[in-house]
């Protein structure tokens, strides 16, 4: 699918006119992958529309990480959207895990579009539906699930979002986006690996068995 086809795709219920708008405003940008897009304090001037790539979104607290969610082609960012409403302040980091392309509708754009075409609304509210429903799954996950779940179905998640396997992620990107330490990874990882489960390569990891490690 083509970056252009994800935006109309995900628009085409408002009709050509409103596309029509939304070409003509919306500012395509690229990002190299790694790198941080936005963080915390900073002022949000765009809402964005991911049209290619992978971004992750989070929080760090005490310099660990937390995982919201990631953005995959087609997706903005709900908390962006919701933070426009409020002071327009960014209470989130934004970082491309590979080279990503976006539409950006900057924030006058997007409130002029809110007016004139309230069925946009029902984009963002499927999106936070989503989000809160993953959100919920990770609670879960977090609270019910032993350490060795949670990096397999970690891993699992990322095969799923980048469609490689192997997958190219460290002991401890893991660690970060589960809120534990490299270490503790590593000796679930090896476990994973003696099980059947996994493969460590220099490259990456790649999942043998896609069926849920039993509890």
């Avoid at 500012?27 to 190299?32: P, R």
């Avoid at 809110?114 to 989000?131: A, S």
């Avoid at 060795?148 to 893991?174: A, C, M, W």
């Amino acid at each position: 699918m083509s970056n252009e086809k994800h935006l109309s795709e995900k628009f085409a219920f408002l009709g050509s006119e409103f596309l029509e708008e939304l070409d003509n405003c919306a500012i395509k940008m690229e990002v190299k992958a790694r790198t941080e897009i936005i963080a915390p304090g900073q002022r949000i001037n765009n809402i964005p529309i991911l049209l290619s790539g992978s971004v992750k979104v989070y929080t760090l607290n005490d310099g660990r990480e937390l995982l919201y969610y990631y953005i995959k082609p087609g997706e903005s960012c709900i908390m962006t959207v919701a933070s426009i409403f409020q002071n327009s302040i960014s209470r989130i980091y934004a970082y491309a895990e590979e080279h990503s392309k976006f539409a950006l509708i900057p924030v006058p754009d997007f409130v002029r579009f809110v007016k004139k075409y309230p069925l946009i609304n029902t984009v963002f509210y499927e999106e936070y539906d989503t989000r809160f429903t993953a959100l919920m799954d990770m609670v879960n996950d977090a609270v019910y699930h032993k350490l060795d779940i949670r990096v397999f179905n970690y891993i699992q998640k990322q095969v799923e979002l980048t469609g490689t396997n192997p997958v190219t992620i460290s002991h401890k990107e893991i660690a970060s986006g589960l809120g534990t330490v490299r270490e503790v990874v590593s000796r679930v990882l090896k476990k994973l690996v003696n099980e059947g489960h996994v493969v460590q390569h220099k490259y990456g990891i790649e999942l043998l068995n896609k069926k849920k490690v039993s509890p």
